[in-house]
């Protein structure tokens, strides 16, 4: 048993969480708006896990887990749209991808 | 134990260090290692909390997996256009929220302390006797109790396969 307190780990988790929103919101670059994503998912497993290890359960292993396998196909999926946006427009800027605006 | 504490520091300031470079970096190449020491430092904290199957899968296939696809995505494409230009958007109305709404979360737990856990109660029962190491508790947990959602995971994994290939192909 740990002598760290569960809570260290939450706050932990929560400060991850707001750097991947951060990033999601101001960066410009789609790579690193995707990089972003992976930050908040991150950070919502170690909260899976800091709970499972407190209630000593290996559900939320298991949902960490299962998070990971839709990282690992989203991952797959978008960048293959990076790849296609890039490729018809040339540019990675999402301000530039704003077709559905006009 | 102050070995705990002192590795959960150690992993702590690689994760968000790892973190804030992630999301400042110019050059996404630079966010992408970067975000590679942030994953890994969750790995070792994955491995304080002792989830030895989730370190190694953390590190195989994130890490190994979709880091390196990302390098190869951040290669394929030209990045020194946007390098060039202006990093960040003008959100902050949106991103305030966000900050302020986390700051509230945790100044009510901090707050509330220990009472705002009611379910954090440290368990007396451990599913399965100590003799068994973790990845045999996930399994058998995993295929019995979960074992739908571990096949649609496999059908959105096929899914997803098919979906990049068409994508990324010029032509079917």
Redesign the interface.
């Known amino acids: 048993m740990?002598?760290?307190p569960?809570?260290?780990?939450?706050?932990?988790s929560?400060?991850?969480?707001?750097?991947?929103?951060?990033?999601f919101?101001?960066?410009?670059?789609i790579?690193?708006v995707?990089?972003?994503i992976?930050?908040m998912l991150?950070a919502v497993?170690?909260t899976f896990?800091?709970?499972?290890?407190?209630?000593?359960?290996?559900?939320g292993?298991?949902f960490?887990?299962?998070v990971?396998?839709?990282?690992?196909?989203?991952?797959?999926?978008g960048?293959?749209?990076?790849?296609?946006i890039?490729k018809n427009r040339g540019?990675?800027?999402i301000?530039d991808v704003d077709s559905m605006k006009n | 134990m102050l070995i705990d504490t002192v590795l959960f520091y150690m992993f702590a300031a690689l994760v968000l260090g790892g973190g804030v470079l992630t999301i400042t970096r110019r050059n996404a190449v630079h966010s992408a290692i970067s975000l590679i020491v942030s994953l890994l430092g969750v790995a070792g904290l994955y491995l304080l909390q002792q989830a030895e199957f989730l370190f190694a899968v953390q590190i195989v296939l994130y890490v190994g997996g979709i880091m390196v696809l990302f390098l190869f995505v951040i290669m394929l494409v030209n990045l020194d256009l946007a390098a060039k230009e202006r990093q960040f958007n003008k959100q902050w109305l949106v991103a305030l929220a966000a900050v302020a709404a986390v700051a509230a979360e945790i100044g009510y737990f901090i707050y509330r302390g220990k009472d705002a856990f009611h379910i954090a109660e440290p368990a007396t029962m451990a599913l399965a006797p100590p003799a068994l190491g973790n990845t045999e508790m996930l399994a058998d947990t995993l295929f019995s109790e979960y074992l739908l959602p571990f096949e649609i995971a496999s059908i959105l994994l096929l899914v997803a396969v098919v979906g990049a290939v068409v994508m990324a192909k010029k032509r079917i």
């Open positions: 740990t002598e760290v569960i809570s260290w780990f939450l706050t932990l929560a400060v991850l969480f707001v750097l991947g929103v951060a990033g919101l101001f960066r410009r670059n790579i690193t995707f990089m972003s992976e930050l991150n497993n170690l896990i800091t709970f499972s290890y407190q209630l000593k359960r290996v559900n292993h298991l960490a887990f299962f990971m396998v839709v990282a690992a196909a989203e991952a797959a999926v960048l293959a749209i990076i790849l296609t890039f540019t990675l800027n301000d």
